[in-house]
């Protein structure tokens, strides 16, 4: 609908019709992204999206990798100091 001005009855009806179901096609399409965000936040979902993310290569992939690097020279740091202590 575009931005006239209503000069009758019938196009204010009109235009009430043509919102309405603007309105409706906007519900629906919001109904769908939430339902969207319900499954993908269930934890089964979560762990896939995140074992898939690791096996395409993307970014989590990198992280996961950096963090364990990071574990292991912490782990390797430790028992070097340990022994020498």
């Known amino acids: 609908m575009t931005s006239t001005s209503i000069a009758n009855m019938e196009e ?3 235009a009430i019709r043509e919102l309405e179901d603007q309105n409706y ?3 629906q ?3 769908r992204r939430v339902e969207h965000i ?3 936040l269930k934890p089964l979902n979560i762990v896939k999206n995140l074992v898939h993310d690791v096996i395409k290569g993307s970014e989590t992939r990198n ?3 950096r963090m364990a690097a990071g574990l292991a020279t912490s ?3 430790k028992k ?3 022994r020498r202590a």
């Open 12 to 14: 204010l009806k009109n």
């Open 25 to 27: 096609v906007n519900e």
């Open 29 to 31: 399409f919001m109904r």
């Open 38 to 40: 319900v499954q993908n």
């Open 63 to 65: 992280n996961l990798l």
């Open 75 to 77: 782990f390797v740091l």
């Open 80 to 82: 070097f100091f340990r």
